[in-house]
């Protein structure tokens, strides 16, 4: 794990969790020279003002987000010592130290909070004054952190929405803090900036969504007006054997939606994991099942997901269908609407009489009713109730003369 260092220094590493300071390598038999040397061919990482982390050649093989979560614990492990206890870790910092794992959330500077007294900023350190104050801290790997339910509120309340939901959803996965926790943290910060985000995320927040890219796709669906899906959902054939547990299934129109991360596919199981995919997907074809799928890069395009989605509907029985368009429903309201106001403009009184239902505003006689004496009628009522002023007609009819 400690490679390019000796065996003291590794050992020193390895006791503060994979970083070291200058004072220890000066100990372990280094000279400044050689520490320079060793930063300038990569061999070692300068992660702040006098720490170093040795580089080990098999995190090449790690995904970027991972690679700069590491580096980001290490560099909040230093931080936190050299600030000799007088701030404790917050934010995201705290939050990667408490295990939960997270991605596009910024890492370029280490979070603290200060407990007494006023810091300044640094180039990898960012100070927040102890509003409102922490007064239960929690150690981890003899570091001082914010509790994490007040971490994850810290955190989301400087990012989009659906970040934020994707970093609750993870740590009621992991089990760091609880639904309860999240709004008793959410409290603390009434009115300040971004608590309405951090609020919608924790109220949509979900345990059961097993990667970043599930809860996006979550969230995407939500924007796009479908019915909240069944999270984790077990598939079972006719007998009651289990076929496949999905990761999102819309029971009532029978419509299976899997995020593929294509992490799975990678590596020498690859091409096996392809195979098994297939089969596992022609079953549940078999079972009457829709299956749609969806990758990172439809995440970045709803116009694409919700032209693959809508073709599970087109097998549906259309009353099923009907009930959840309710975009259809306000279309439909809005062209009733319109066609108000043209028959008006038209000048087609008969038609606005079969459109409102056979009702009107105001006096309901026929002129040519019994007992209606129809004398002087004419004189009073235009003949034309777009020519005229239209006073006899309901106020409706008279607003809708405008949209001519």
């Known amino acids: 794990m400690f490679c390019g260092v ?3 220094l590794a050992a020193t590493a ?3 969790g994979g970083w070291f300071d200058r004072r220890d390598a000066i100990e372990a038999g280094y000279s400044d020279v050689e520490i320079r040397a060793r930063v300038r061919e990569g061999r070692w990482a300068r992660l702040c003002r006098g720490a170093y982390a040795a580089l080990d050649p098999e995190e090449g093989d790690l995904p970027s987000w991972e690679r700069a979560i590491r580096r980001h614990v290490r ?3 230093a931080v936190y010592h050299r600030l000799g206890g007088r701030a404790v870790l ?3 910092s705290a939050l990667l130290v408490h295990g939960v794992e997270i991605s596009d959330v910024d890492l370029s500077c280490v979070h603290v909070t200060r407990l007494s007294g006023c810091g300044r900023h640094g180039e990898s350190v960012r100070q ?4 409102p104050p922490v007064t239960d801290p929690v150690e981890v790997d003899g570091v001082h952190l914010t509790p994490a339910a007040r971490s994850v509120v810290e955190s989301i309340r400087y990012t989009s929405y659906a970040i934020a939901v994707s970093v609750v959803d993870r740590a009621l996965r992991q089990g760091v803090a609880t639904a309860a926790q999240l709004s008793e943290a959410l409290s603390l910060f009434a009115g300040r900036t971004g608590i309405r985000t951090a609020t919608r995320a924790v109220e949509f927040g979900d345990g059961l969504a097993e990667s970043v890219g599930e809860s996006r796709l979550r969230v995407l669906l939500a924007d796009l007006g479908l019915p909240a899906p069944v999270l984790q959902a077990e598939i079972r054939d006719a007998t009651g054997s289990f076929v496949a547990r999905v990761d999102f299934l819309l029971a009532r129109w029978g419509v299976i939606i899997e995020f593929d991360g294509a992490g799975k596919y990678r590596g020498e199981d690859g091409s096996r994991a392809v195979v098994a995919e297939k ?3 022609d079953r549940l074809r078999d079972l009457g099942y829709e299956v749609v799928r969806v990758s990172w890069a439809d995440l970045d395009d709803p116009v694409m997901v919700i032209r693959r989605i809508p073709a599970g509907y087109r097998t549906l029985p ?3 269908r009907q009930m959840t368009c309710r975009r259809w429903r306000r279309r439909c309201v809005s062209g009733r609407t319109r066609a108000y106001r043209r028959a008006v403009a038209g000048r ?3 038609q606005i009489v079969a459109l409102s239902g056979g009702r009107q505003r105001g006096p309901q006689r026929r002129p040519d009713a019994p007992g209606v004496s129809t004398s002087g009628l004419a004189s009073r009522r235009p003949a034309d109730p777009v020519a005229g002023t239209g006073a006899d007609l309901p106020r409706s009819a008279r607003n809708g003369a405008r949209y001519r």
């Not at 927040?128 to 509003?131: E, G, L, M, T």
């Open 6 to 8: 000796n065996t003291k």
């Open 14 to 16: 390895a006791r503060r």
């Open 75 to 77: 560099t909040a492990k």
């Open 90 to 92: 917050s934010h995201q």
């Open 128 to 131: 927040h004054a102890s509003r």
């Open 279 to 281: 089969w596992r997907e």
């Open 318 to 320: 259309a009353p099923s």
């Open 348 to 350: 087609a009184r008969s």
